[in-house]
Structures are given as structure tokens and as C-alpha cells.
């Protein structure tokens, strides 16, 4: 049953919705029921975009029949929100938490960053799950298949490439107002660190971080880039639903760990990029199992296989696991990230491994594989 399942969505991968993303990661996908070779789901999309939803609709049906096995599919359009997709209010509604903050709209309104082609979150239901590693290890990942990449960390509660980069020099100023960014292992680097000080309260910094934002898409020279990783603030609220959707999103990968709370806010994670219309591109397990830095005996200290499971129930691509491991924190916290420093190493293995799924995706094909690119900070 769970192979059928996993073959399924195998073949709705290949199906592209309207934007060109693979129906798998549009966030449209319902549950699948399979039962006795029959197969059900529903796409539940907006209203207004029904017409351009019906051939990918008839082409969804198509390609899960041809699963062997398969005796027929039925897939059903629906044109509203299901209850489970967003614990959230529907988009137009007033958000949680008071009417100071914007309303969602349609992600339309973000306008493109000039020279860059596409601008991924990396985020989290919550804090200290790994986001900015993850972000860090992904970026230089997707380097290594040969894009220009840039990282932009918009984590206004804990702005970490700095730290992770060690980078201790601020950007300068090219003539008025446009900024210079960093450049360290093959990346273009920008913090809100640089921007927003660590003195600011808490308080102020959500209203302060559109702004900052903004800032840090336009007045800064990113140049040519294939990629540009953002790594996100945690959390589901209302700051993090205005900054999902003032950044001109091409897709929002979710990091968790196994643990079923985690899982828990990173289904929320989910359902905010749903309904700000970004696609999730999938979900990384981090510190999905324990591995020993002596034997390398792996174990499930928080037992395995929820993420897939998850990315599974969601209908979201899993990209990976990447191991709870010491040397990961430890190059991590000392500015020397595994992908760039121990490119040999297995850690790097998977990280590139996870850039290359999202790389498939936010390209739409496989592209040939690139000569790795070693370059020394
Ligand atoms: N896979 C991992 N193995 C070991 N330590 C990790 C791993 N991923 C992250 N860490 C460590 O966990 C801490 C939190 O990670 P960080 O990326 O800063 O999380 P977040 O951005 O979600 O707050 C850091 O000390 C980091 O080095
Ligand atoms: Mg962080």
C-alpha cells in the first residue's frame, strides 16, 4: 500500500501544475486514498484559477493510471480551501493577532529581484531546528552543482551567517544607498545583522523587518545569480506570513527534526506557504538520527522516518535526512560549514544530495551534472 502510495506520488511529480511546478509541491494535492486499485484525491485551488487547474486535472488522472496496479483514478477539482490545509484564516481574511499587520494578497504583488532567478525560503516552525545550517549547507550545495548562489539571511530574532560564515566585516556602501554584499566560500552573503542592531528590542524589530527586507532585496548589489536562499525568521505568525509573501517567492523548503512536535509546527509551516500561494519544495529532517563521531553507529534517539511521513500525509517531496552529528555543529558554529570545508565528507554527500532535488525543482528538469567547485575561504 505505502508503495503504491510513494508511486503515486512519484507520478504526480512529473505532472506540472499552471506555474510550472510540479503538482506534487503546488500545495494542491489533497490526501490520497488508494484502496482495491482505485485511487482518489482532490486539487483544491482558488476559485478564479479552476480553468487553468482543469488540464492539469485530467493530465493528474492520466498519469496516476498508468501506475501499475491502478485500475482507475478519480481526481476532483475543488475550489475551496479544504479544512485541514490552513489552520490559518483563509487568504483575504483578517490575520491572527490584531489588524496592524498587512494582509496576506496574492503573492503577485512581490516584485521579482533584478538578476536573480530564483529566491527560495529556508524555513522552520520553530527555532534550533537547523534552519540556518540547513540554509548555509543548501547553499553551497546548490554552488557545487555549478549555480551562482547567493544567501540572504532574514532572520530578524537570530541573525546567525555571520557566525556561520565568519564573516566579521560590514558591507559597504557603493555611492548613497546601494550596499555591497559579502562574499565568502562562492557565496553572496547578506545579513539583516548588518542591518537591524542586536540592541533593538524584539519588539521593534518585526515592523522594522519589512523594511530591512525590502532594503536587502533592492539595495543590494546580488548581481547575476541563479539561486538566492533566504534563510527565514521561525515561526508561523503573522511577521513570518508578511515576509513569506514581500519576498517574490519561487518556493519554501521546511526544516524539522523528527519529534512530533516539531512536526507539528513545521505542518504549520506548510500550510503558511500555502496560503501565500509559495510552493513547498519539500522538508529536510535535521538531526534525524544520531550518529557517533567514534563508530559511526547510527541510531533513532527520536525515532525515524516522521519527516517522510509527514512530507508524505502533506503530499510535499522529502529532500532528506541529515544526521545529528558533532562535526556538523562544530564546523557550523565555527564558521567553517561542512559543504565547503569537508566536501568529501558524507555530511556533504547529503546536502548536495538535498540541493540537487531542489535544484530539479526550481529548474524544472534534471540538468547535467556539474564539476564541484572547491573554493577556499
Ligand atoms: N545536523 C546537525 N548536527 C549537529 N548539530 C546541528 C545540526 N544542525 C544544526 N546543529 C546545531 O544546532 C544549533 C542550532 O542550529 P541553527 O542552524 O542555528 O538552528 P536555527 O537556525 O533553526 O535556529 C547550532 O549550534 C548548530 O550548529
Ligand atoms: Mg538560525
Redesign the pocket.
Given at each position: 500500500m505505502e508503495l503504491t502510495k510513494q508511486q503515486i506520488l512519484d507520478s504526480l511529480a512529473k505532472v506540472a501544475s499552471p506555474d510550472g511546478a510540479p503538482l506534487t509541491a503546488s500545495g494542491a494535492l489533497s490526501e490520497i486514498v488508494v484502496s482495491d486499485g482505485k485511487v482518489f484525491f482532490s486539487l483544491t485551488v482558488d476559485a478564479g484559477a479552476v480553468p487553468r487547474w482543469e488540464p492539469v486535472r485530467k493530465r493528474a488522472e492520466e498519469a496516476v493510471r498508468a501506475v501499475p496496479g491502478i485500475r482507475s483514478a478519480l481526481v476532483a477539482l475543488t475550489a475551496e480551501r479544504k479544512a485541514g490545509a490552513a489552520a490559518a484564516p483563509a487568504r483575504g481574511a483578517a490575520p491572527r493577532g490584531g489588524a496592524a499587520m498587512p494582509r496576506p494578497a496574492p503573492r503577485e504583488t512581490a516584485a521579482g529581484v533584478p538578476g536573480v532567478e530564483s529566491i527560495i525560503a529556508v524555513a522552520?516552525g520553530k527555532?534550533?531546528?537547523?534552519?540556518?545550517?540547513?540554509?548555509v549547507n543548501l547553499a553551497l550545495g546548490l554552488r557545487d552543482l555549478g549555480l551562482r548562489v547567493g544567501i540572504l539571511d532574514a532572520?530578524i530574532y537570530?541573525p546567525?551567517l555571520p557566525k556561520?560564515l565568519a564573516i566579521k566585516e560590514r558591507p559597504q556602501t557603493l555611492g548613497g544607498t546601494r550596499l555591497k554584499p559579502i562574499s565568502r566560500y562562492g557565496l553572496t552573503v547578506m545579513s539583516i545583522g548588518f542591518l537591524v542592531d542586536e540592541e533593538t528590542p524584539m519588539i521593534w524589530r518585526g515592523p522594522m523587518v519589512i523594511s530591512a527586507l525590502t532594503q536587502m532585496l533592492r539595495e543590494v548589489e546580488w548581481g547575476a545569480l541563479d539561486a538566492m536562499v533566504v534563510?527565514m525568521p521561525?515561526g508561523t505568525g503573522d511577521a513570518q506570513l508578511t515576509m513569506a509573501q514581500q519576498v517574490p517567492l519561487k518556493g519554501a523548503v521546511i526544516?524539522s527534526t523528527p519529534q512530533d512536535l516539531a512536526l507539528i509546527d513545521a505542518r504549520r509551516g506548510v500550510a503558511m506557504f500555502r496560503r501565500v500561494n509559495v510552493p513547498v519544495l519539500g522538508l529536510v529532517e535535521?538531526?534525524s538520527y544520531f550518529q557517533c563521531p567514534h563508530c559511526g553507529t547510527r541510531s533513532d534517539i527520536f525515532g525515524h522516518g516522521g519527516a517522510q511521513h509527514e512530507a508524505q500525509r502533506l503530499g510535499i517531496p522529502f529532500l532528506g535526512e541529515?544526521?545529528?552529528?558533532?562535526d556538523?555543529?562544530?564546523k557550523?558554529?565555527a564558521g567553517l560549514p561542512v559543504v565547503a570545508t569537508e566536501p568529501d565528507g558524507a555530511h556533504a554527500v547529503i546536502y548536495r544530495d538535498i540541493a540537487a532535488k531542489v535544484r530539479d525543482q526550481i529548474t524544472g528538469a534534471p540538468a547535467r551534472p556539474a564539476p564541484r567547485i572547491v573554493i577556499e575561504a
Open positions: 522552520s527555532g534550533g531546528v537547523g534552519k540556518s545550517t540547513t540554509a532572520d537570530g546567525s556561520l534563510d521561525p526544516v535535521n538531526m541529515v544526521p545529528l552529528h558533532i556538523i555543529r562544530e557550523s558554529d
